[in-house]
């Protein structure tokens, strides 16, 4: 406290005049202070750099909002599908089984098949029929894990007039391992895991099933409302 006072003292002491000194003093420091204001003016932007900058900002703001819609996306969904078709499916893990989310409030039929499994071929006709009866709140999802190709696949397609929904090995591999995984799946063909419409597992089978042990089937994980 004592060292501001007498700071103040040293600057009024110092300061001090005549009034005429005051006055010319004044003058002088007002010319000067005119120069300075003239030198430290800021520069005017042109309107080519103040678009310039607009745009600048506008990209890195798309720029964020896409890095933040990547990320967003990314942690959305623990796998996905793209199937035959070019659809894409996106499945996350939940309590009891998984959704699928692009059928949610469905129930859904996951099937694991191949082109030349003589148990997987004799499915087929059964899985078409169901698939015709139309039930609004039924999906099928037939991976087939014997290898084919896409265009292999979509031949095979419209040679047996399949009506549900394919995925080759190639766009599942990852999901089909963790299948593999969760559901102790030895490899063995056609392979049936059915989630019910509150995305539980409620049927697990291996082997092939008959027209009467798909309607149960549907009518168990229907029921799940």
């Known amino acids: 406290m004592f060292k501001m006072i007498n700071t103040l003292l040293l600057v009024i002491l110092f300061t001090a005049c005549s009034s005429q000194d005051s006055k010319d003093k004044t003058e002088t420091n007002a010319t000067k202070i005119k120069k300075e204001m ?15 900058k607009e745009e600048t900002v506008k990209k890195e703001n798309v720029k964020e909002e896409n890095l933040k819609a990547d990320s967003n996306q990314s942690k959305a969904s623990l796998f996905t599908l793209k199937t035959l078709d070019g659809k894409t499916i996106h499945i996350d893990e939940t309590e009891g089984g998984l959704l699928f989310k692009e059928y949610k409030d469905k129930a859904v039929l996951l099937l694991f098949f191949g082109h030349k499994c003589p148990p997987c071929l004799a499915e087929i006709p059964v899985l078409i029929e169901l698939k015709n009866k139309e039930h609004k709140d ?31 090995y190639d766009e599942s591999a990852n999901f089909v391992n963790y299948i593999s995984r969760q559901a102790n799946w ?8 059915g989630f019910d419409k509150k995305t539980v597992v409620k049927i697990v089978h291996a082997g092939g099933l008959g027209s009467k042990d798909f309607d149960n089937i549907y009518e168990t994980l229907s029921k799940g409302k």
């Not at 003239?38 to 310039?52: D, G, I, L």
């Not at 999906?139 to 995925?167: C, D, M, P, R």
């Open 38 to 52: 003239v030198k430290t003016e800021p520069k005017k932007e042109t309107v080519q750099e103040t678009v310039s």
């Open 138 to 168: 039924l999906e099928i999802i037939a991976i087939e894990v014997q290898g084919y190709a896409a265009e292999q696949l979509k031949e095979f397609k419209k040679s047996k007039g399949i009506n549900y929904t394919l995925v080759t």
């Open 186 to 193: 030895s490899g063995a063909i056609p392979f049936l895991i």
